[in-house]
T-cell receptor, first 116, second 111 residues
Framework: KAGVTQTPRYLIKTRGQQVTLSCSPI?????VSWYQQTPGQGLQFLFE???????NKGNFPGRFSGRQFSNSRSEMNVSTLELGDSALYLC???????????????FGEGSWLTVV | AQRVTQPEKLLSVFKGAPVELKCNYS??????LFWYVQYSRQRLQLLLR??SRESIKGFTADLNKGETSFHLKKPFAQEEDSAMYYC?????????????FGKGTHLIIQP
């Protein structure tokens, strides 16, 4: 079956703009989680959605937000972009919530965001 | 708060030599630990999880609660093992759960 799909793969934005990234989970998966990957901070958990509800949120400012649709597809939005938001944004999906036992999480290839 | 530490940013060993990638964690609850691997130009993928107690691609990892470690080991390294390796801890409880990753170790296997 198809893996986790993220779009767009690459994008360049200007400081102050906003960006929306999209994630299509593996068919049947109900949990979608988002991560930011940078050389300095590594992989950091942003938030998780399950059945259209945000279950958990990492330690990021309110400029980072997301949502999940009834078909489990998810979007994340970053408003008022800063240079430090340049990163690889990874989406992952799983059948059960992140806290569920025996849960395997599958990652997408990521969206490379460059803020100039 | 939970934390995962991978002390080595880069580890270089020769083909056929043993490999050990270190991972230490701090977490007040019952930990569930994973190793993820990212080969060049590929997506991050699960290598193994401690509850499975399995060997994948010759790699094993044992959870040592006394030393709060989950080191990844392979007795004989192969060139195709070259990749980024991330140790991760799943935390749960108190109304919040998620995954915390270490900063990764870049493993290079020299011919």
């Amino acid at each position: 079956k198809a893996g986790v799909t993220q779009t767009p793969r690459y994008l360049i934005k200007t400081r102050g703009q906003q960006v929306t990234l999209s994630c299509s989970p593996i068919s049947g998966h109900r949990s979608v989680s988002w991560y930011q990957q940078t050389p300095g901070q590594g992989l950091q958990f942003l938030f998780e959605y399950f059945s259209e509800t945000q279950r958990n949120k990492g330690n990021f400012p309110g400029r980072f937000s997301g949502r999940q649709f009834s078909n489990s597809r998810s979007e994340m939005n970053v408003s008022t972009l800063e240079l430090g938001d340049s990163a690889l944004y990874l989406c992952a999906s799983s059948y059960n919530p992140l806290g569920g036992d025996g849960n395997t999480i599958y990652f997408g290839e990521g969206s490379w965001l460059t803020v100039v | 708060a939970q934390r995962v530490t991978q002390p080595e940013k880069l580890l270089s060993v020769f083909k056929g030599a043993p490999v050990e990638l270190k991972c230490n964690y701090s977490y007040s609850g019952s930990p569930e630990l994973f190793w993820y691997v990212q080969y060049s130009r590929q997506r991050l993928q699960l290598l193994l999880r401690h509850i499975s107690r399995e060997s994948i691609k010759g790699f094993t990892a044992d959870l040592n609660k006394g030393e709060t470690s989950f080191h990844l080991k392979k007795p004989f390294a192969q060139e195709e093992d070259s990749a980024m390796y991330y140790c991760a801890l799943r935390y749960s409880g108190g109304g919040a759960d998620g995954l915390t990753f270490g900063k990764g170790t870049h493993l290079i296997i020299q011919p």
